[in-house]
C-alpha cells in the first residue's frame, strides 16, 4: 500500500557547538547548533554535510561527562558502526533533527528537547547549555522518506514526537488533510504546539486529564480511509493500545500503521529501533 523510501547514509560523528538556544516554553529547549572553530566546512564531518531529509530521521547526540565536563567522542569503527571510547564515561542520546539550514554560508542544526530536570543527562545538559559548548552529532544513520499515494495524514504523540511530527507537517505540505492529536504536559505551552503544527487540525489533550486519552481520540476518529497514513510518535506505552486497535481491531496493514516508542516509563534510554508492542512486533 504505501511504500516508504529507505535511504542510507553514512554514519558520521560530526563535532558541534552551541551557537543559539531558543526556549520554546518552560520545558521545552530549540538548540541550534554550527560547526566548531575551525572545522572545514567542505569536509565530510561538517554539519554542511549532515543529510536528514526525513522528517523522523535522527542523529545520536554524544554528550560532556555530566562529572568532568570532557566531550568524549566516538569514531567510526570497521564495520561503519560508531567506536566509543574506553575507560571513559560515553553518554549519548537520540534525537531528531528539527531542522537544517544554511545562514550567512554557515550550516545550522536544530535540535528540540524536552526539560525533566536533571533526571536525565540530556535534559539536564540542554537545561545548562549556552553559546559555545560543545557535543558530538553523528548520523543520522538512514532516512525513511514519505510515501506516494498519501490522501490523509493522522499524527499522533505527545511533546517528545513534536519535532517529528512538525517535520510531518512541513513535509506533506498544505494541500494534503493532516489531523494531529498531541498529549502534553500542564507547562508546555499550547501555542507552540499549534505554531509547530500549522496547516494541521490539531487536538490537544493533557496529560493531568488522565491515562488512555490517545487511545481513546484515536477510536473517536470512526477508522481510517483506504489511503490515510498513521503515524504514532511519543511514550510507548501510551502507543501500544492506540497500534493494537489499529492493526488487530481495524485490521490495517502494517504499511499503513506507523507507530514508533520515544521514551517509556521508568525505562532509561529506550531504544526505539526495537518492536513497540513486544507482544506483537509485527
Do not use: C
Not at 543527562?121 to 560543545?134: I, L, T, Y
Not at 543520522?140 to 495524514?153: D, E, H, M, Q, T
Amino acid at each position: 500500500m504505501f511504500d516508504r523510501p529507505r535511504t542510507r547514509l553514512d554514519l558520521v560523528p560530526r563535532r558541534a557547538r552551541v551557537h543559539a538556544v531558543h526556549e520554546l516554553g518552560d520545558t521545552l529547549r530549540r538548540t541550534t547548533f554550527r560547526d566548531v572553530d575551525g572545522a572545514d566546512p567542505a569536509a565530510p564531518t561538517s554539519l554542511a554535510a549532515l543529510r536528514a531529509p526525513g522528517p523522523e530521521d535522527h542523529v545520536k547526540v554524544f554528550l560532556p561527562d555530566p562529572g568532568t565536563g570532557e566531550l568524549h567522542a566516538p569514531t567510526l569503527a570497521a564495520d561503519g558502526g560508531l567506536q566509543r571510547p574506553t575507560g571513559v564515561v560515553s553518554i549519548s542520546r537520540d534525537y531528531t533533527v528539527r531542522a537544517t539550514r544554511v545562514v550567512d554560508g554557515a550550516a545550522e542544526v536544530d535540535v528540540d528537547w524536552v526539560l525533566h530536570g536533571d533526571e536525565g543527562p540530556a535534559s539536564a545538559w540542554a537545561a545548562r547549555a549556552v553559546e559555545g559548548d560543545e557535543i558530538v552529532l553523528a548520523g543520522p544513520r538512514g532516512s525513511v522518506g514519505i510515501p506516494a499515494g498519501i490522501g490523509r495524514l493522522t499524527l499522533v504523540g505527545d511533546e517528545t514526537g513534536l519535532p517529528a511530527l512538525a517535520r510531518w507537517v512541513e513535509a506533506v505540505g498544505r494541500d494534503l488533510p493532516v489531523t494531529a492529536i498531541v498529549e502534553i504536559g500542564d507547562d508546555v505551552d499550547e501555542a507552540h504546539v499549534e505554531d509547530e503544527l500549522d496547516g494541521a487540525t490539531v487536538e490537544i489533550l493533557y496529560r493531568t486529564d488522565g491515562p488512555g486519552q490517545l487511545a481513546e481520540a484515536v477510536r473517536s476518529l470512526g477508522g481510517l480511509e483506504h489511503d490515510e497514513l498513521f503515524v504514532g510518535l511519543g511514550e510507548a506505552g501510551d502507543l501500544v493500545p492506540v497500534r493494537r486497535y489499529l492493526r488487530r481491531e481495524l485490521g490495517l496493514p502494517a504499511e499503513q500503521v506507523a507507530v514508533s516508542g520515544y521514551w517509556r516509563r521508568g525505562v532509561v534510554n529506550l531504544d526505539h529501533h526495537l518492536p513497540l508492542d513486544p507482544g506483537d512486533p509485527d
